[in-house]
């Protein structure tokens, strides 16, 4: 199966996505389909041996819409601006036209006050009522062409049996302008009373105040995707390559896999690569959220965007264009911001059967009206133009994609990148966590936790004579040793001598003094003594801390003891869990001893202790037979099983690709705190589509019946309907400032 997004334009409301997410869902060869009218999106799903990318698209413009092309960044902008600049254009334009319409229209109805030119307008609607006419006739003709694409669109739809957003405004609007046209010919024919049935300033109202919503529809669209903006105008436009000892200024997009480039202080990394020269600190917060700069030396890995902030450096390209760590980023929200929430499902079937149920109910209302009234077609046509207007469903149509793509954007602005709306409501769901412990909880990496001498040794001499001893070896617990020492600015004896024994430790000469260090097995071995050690060995092997004996001259001299220490974060982030209700569990091949002893430490609720990888999985699977919702938390390949079978997989951003690429959610800090963020960034985002939704549906279910009572001007309905988008748009807008 292959995956592709589609840009779709044309789409005026989530009936016109329902529709097209049907009609493609219905083609042979396709799995899934769904289209985000928000973002304007068609994310598709297909099997390419079946039907092909051109068949996609020309169903997609059979239906009636246009595929935008794939754009930069800076183009997409512009193409929004000129967007926005158009919608204005046209409502400003309807504006100056509808206001002395709608005063021409309304001030000859008003007697209890005299309003400017009032006595002008009596006189000429009641003594040269064809010139009145025609004057409303000339105001509408602007209006009507600025609101043209509800007609174009809108009867396209009708015809198509799908009838949309756009079909409501244009029969509506029609029914006025046609109506008034016939009383204009009557008035013409000598019937003057005709003059009082004009409907062209209810016609040009309602079109303007259409206009102004879909225009501030359109720049709240704009405001939804700013995250995207944001990360893709991190990157630089250029970098400077090193050819033959000399810099060259060249488009990033001409960098090639392999090419030296150079970076100086405050400027930006072009694209992703290893450091080959030169020494730095490099801030990365636009990918990790971390404020404090991370230092780089030779060998050091540096990413696109992040910022060079001390020295002058040399790295070889390794990542270019679409593949570097910020472009695959860029591609994981675009993704969740094109998918849909299962919530989002709701919407879209009401939309499906919600715009021919109106068009039902207005022609019905109308038709009942016209019999109760013996044939008042005036007052008819009036329910039947309010109930078309005050039913539009846009507002439902936005009340889900839009908050999925603020919450979504949010998370990246923040480090944490949710991949799909499915993950984001899933989220706020979970009632138990399975976290991974290696590179999870803990660091991921041995480190020096005591330094116990006995007898006259001193601590610090114990540690020195361990780390030179140490110096020369490969494995993870003597390089912990050594780091330990380096870290607390020992100096290193000279060492000779120096032999690793495989499974057992090391033997050097230091310090003039032989030196074994090791497990107990190779103490054992050389037939030292560790009676005096028991005791404090015992307690170390509770907390589970690895002991590793020194012995000086063939006596025992102490101990040195390592641990994979437990992050900062996670004794909060676990407590703070707790507090949401949600249960804790540990995973870990580790032996039981060791893992209680991680557990016991930071509160753990269960420990599943000697797992092997291929069985972390199951486990997943027998906590989720209980009925609950599982989120699995881990970064080794080992745990991709595990994090793919979890209702919600969350992967440490410094994990592998393979763990990475199998979760639902990527927490670029590494920083187990952000999990407890993502599950309240969750629940605030589906709270929002909720309000939106309760007050979408409310709303159309209120105002539908108060229009076919007759209790609703047409003019009052748009305005209404105009206000409810507003409203539901600053809802959405307002997640934006929600502090995570």
């Given at each position: 199966?292959?995956?592709?997004?589609i840009?779709?334009?044309?789409?005026s409301c989530?009936?016109?996505?329902?529709?097209?997410?049907?009609?493609?869902?219905k083609?042979?060869?396709v799995?899934?389909?769904?289209v985000?009218?928000?973002?304007e999106?068609?994310l598709?799903?297909?099997?390419?041996?079946v039907?092909?990318?051109?068949?996609l698209?020309?169903?997609i413009?059979?239906?009636g819409y246009?595929?935008?092309?794939?754009k930069k960044i800076?183009?997409?902008?512009?193409?929004?601006?000129?967007e926005?600049?158009?919608?204005?254009t046209?409502?400003?334009i309807?504006?100056?036209?509808?206001?002395?319409?709608l005063?021409?229209?309304?001030?000859?109805?008003i007697?209890?006050?005299?309003?400017?030119?009032?006595?002008?307008?009596?006189?000429?609607?009641?003594?040269?009522?064809?010139?009145?006419?025609?004057?409303?006739?000339?105001l509408?003709?602007p209006?009507i062409?600025?609101g043209?694409?509800f007609?174009?669109?809108?009867?396209?739809a009708?015809?198509?049996?799908s009838?949309?957003?756009?079909?409501?405004?244009?029969?509506g609007?029609?029914a006025a302008a046609?109506?008034?046209?016939?009383?204009v010919w009557?008035?013409?024919k000598?019937?003057?009373e005709?003059?009082e049935?004009?409907?062209?300033e209810?016609?040009a109202?309602?079109i303007?105040?259409?206009l102004?919503?879909?225009?501030?529809e359109t720049i709240?669209k704009?405001?939804t995707?700013?995250?995207i903006k944001?990360?893709?105008?991190?990157?630089?436009?250029?970098a400077?390559?090193?050819?033959?000892?000399?810099?060259?200024?060249i488009?990033v997009e001409?960098?090639?896999v392999g090419?030296?480039?150079?970076?100086?202080?405050?400027?930006?990394?072009?694209?992703?690569?290893?450091?080959?020269y030169?020494h730095?600190?490099?801030?990365?917060s636009?990918?990790?959220?971390?404020?404090?700069?991370v230092?780089?030396?030779?060998g050091?890995?540096?990413?696109?965007?992040?910022?060079?902030t001390t020295?002058?450096?040399?790295?070889r390209a390794?990542?270019?264009?679409s593949?570097?760590?910020?472009?695959?980023?860029i591609k994981l929200?675009e993704?969740a911001?094109?998918?849909k929430?299962?919530?989002?499902k709701l919407a879209d079937i009401?939309s499906?059967?919600?715009?021919?149920a109106?068009?039902t109910?207005?022609?019905?209302?109308?038709?009942?009206?016209?019999?109760?009234?013996g044939?008042d077609?005036?007052?008819?046509?009036t329910?039947?133009i309010?109930v078309l207007?005050?039913?539009?469903p846009?507002?439902?149509?936005?009340?889900t994609p839009?908050?999925?793509?603020?919450?979504?954007g949010k998370?990246?602005?923040?480090g944490?990148l949710i991949?799909?709306?499915?993950?984001?409501?899933t989220?706020?769901k979970i009632n138990?966590?399975?976290?991974d412990?290696?590179?999870?909880?803990?660091?991921?990496?041995?480190?020096v936790?005591?330094?116990?001498p006995?007898g006259?040794?001193e601590?610090?001499?114990?540690?020195r004579?361990?780390?030179?001893?140490?110096?020369?070896?490969?494995?993870?617990?003597g390089?912990?040793?050594?780091?330990d020492?380096?870290?607390?600015?020992?100096e290193?004896f000279?060492?000779?001598?120096?032999?690793s024994l495989?499974?057992?430790?090391?033997?050097?000469y230091?310090?003039?003094?032989?030196?074994i260090?090791g497990?107990?097995r190779?103490?054992?071995?050389?037939g030292?003594?560790?009676a005096?050690?028991?005791?404090v060995s015992?307690?170390?092997?509770?907390?589970g801390?690895?002991?590793?004996y020194?012995?000086?001259?063939?006596k025992p001299a102490?101990?040195v003891?390592?641990?994979?220490i437990?992050?900062p974060?996670?004794?909060k982030?676990i407590e703070?869990l707790?507090?949401?209700?949600?249960?804790?569990?540990?995973?870990?091949?580790d032996?039981?001893?060791t893992a209680?002893?991680?557990?016991?430490q930071?509160?753990i609720?269960?420990?599943?202790?000697?797992?092997l990888?291929?069985?972390?999985?199951?486990?997943?699977?027998?906590l989720?037979a209980?009925?609950?919702?599982?989120?699995?938390?881990?970064?080794?390949?080992n745990?991709?099983p595990?994090?793919?079978q979890a209702d919600v997989?969350i992967a440490?951003?410094?994990?592998?690709?393979v763990?990475?690429e199998a979760?639902?959610i990527v927490?670029?800090?590494?920083?187990l705190?952000d999990?407890?963020?993502?599950?309240?960034?969750?629940?605030?985002?589906i709270?929002n589509?909720?309000?939106?939704?309760?007050?979408?549906?409310?709303?159309?279910?209120l105002g539908?019946?108060?229009?076919?009572?007759?209790?609703?001007?047409?003019?009052i309905?748009a305005?209404a309907m105009?206000?409810?988008?507003?409203s539901?748009?600053?809802?959405?807008?307002?997640l934006?400032k929600?502090?995570?």
């Open positions: 199966m292959d995956t592709k997004t840009n779709i334009k044309g789409m989530a009936s016109c996505a329902a529709a097209l997410e049907k009609s493609l869902s083609l042979n060869g799995s899934t389909a769904s985000n009218f928000a973002s999106k068609a598709i799903v297909y099997d390419p041996r039907i092909r990318l051109p068949y698209r020309e169903a413009e059979k239906a246009v595929i935008a092309e794939e800076e183009d997409n902008q512009t193409d929004r601006r000129k926005i600049r158009k919608m204005w046209k409502f400003i309807s504006a100056v036209f509808t206001f002395p319409l005063y021409i229209a309304m001030v000859p109805m007697n209890f006050f005299n309003l400017p030119f009032s006595s002008e307008l009596h006189h000429i609607m009641e003594r040269r009522p064809l010139t009145y006419a025609l004057i409303e006739l000339l509408i003709i209006v062409g600025a043209n694409k007609y174009t669109a809108g009867f396209k009708f015809l198509r049996l009838p949309n957003m756009d079909s409501l405004i244009a029969m609007t029609t046609l109506y008034s046209f016939y009383n009557q008035i013409a000598g019937n003057l005709a003059v049935s004009l409907y062209f209810c016609a109202v309602i303007t105040l259409i102004l919503g879909e225009t501030l709240a704009g405001k995707g700013e995250a944001k990360l893709m105008g991190l990157t630089p436009k250029t400077f390559i090193i050819i033959e000892g000399k810099e060259k200024e488009p001409d960098v090639k090419d030296i480039i150079s970076v100086k202080p405050g400027s930006k990394i072009p694209v992703d690569g290893t450091v080959t030169g730095t600190s490099i801030d990365e636009m990918l990790t959220g971390e404020s404090i700069p230092d780089k030396a030779e050091s890995k540096v990413y696109a965007a992040s910022i060079n020295g002058t450096i040399q790295f390794e990542k270019v264009g593949v570097t760590m910020l472009a695959q980023i929200v993704d911001q094109s998918s929430a299962p919530i989002a009401v499906g059967y919600f715009v021919p109106v068009c109910v207005a022609f019905v209302a109308g038709i009942i009206w016209l019999l109760i009234t044939g077609i005036k007052h008819s046509l329910i039947f309010s207007v005050i039913a539009c846009c507002a439902l149509g936005l009340a839009c908050a999925i793509m603020v919450g979504t998370g990246a602005e923040n944490i991949k799909s709306g499915l993950a984001l409501e989220t706020h138990a966590i399975v976290f412990k290696t590179g999870t909880i803990t660091e991921g990496r041995p480190s936790t005591d330094v116990i006995i006259a040794m601590q610090n001499y114990l540690l004579l361990a780390a030179s001893a140490e110096a020369g070896s490969e494995h993870p617990l390089l912990a040793v050594v780091m020492a380096l870290n607390k600015g020992l290193f000279s060492t000779r001598d120096f032999n495989t499974g057992l430790g090391i033997e050097a230091s310090d003039g003094k032989k030196i260090a497990n107990r190779l103490m054992d071995e050389r030292i003594s560790l005096e050690l028991e005791a015992n307690k170390l092997a509770d907390e801390k690895t002991p590793i020194v012995a000086v001259d063939g102490g101990i003891a390592v641990s994979d437990i992050k974060s996670s004794k982030a703070i707790h507090n949401m209700g949600i249960e804790v569990n540990m995973i870990t091949g032996n039981k001893k209680n002893a991680i557990a016991g930071i509160g609720d269960r420990v599943l202790a000697d797992v990888p291929k069985d972390k999985a199951d486990e997943v699977k027998k989720q209980r009925g609950i919702k599982v989120a699995m938390v881990g970064d080794g390949i745990d991709a595990a994090l793919a997989g440490i951003g410094s994990g592998t690709d763990a990475m979760a639902d927490l670029m800090r590494s920083d705190s999990v407890t963020t993502a599950i309240n960034l969750s629940r605030a985002t709270k589509i909720k309000q939106n939704l309760f007050w979408a549906f409310g709303y159309n279910t539908i019946p108060i229009a076919a009572l007759g209790l609703l001007n047409p003019m309905a305005a105009c206000f409810s988008d507003i539901l748009l600053l809802n959405v807008l307002r934006k929600y502090k995570l």
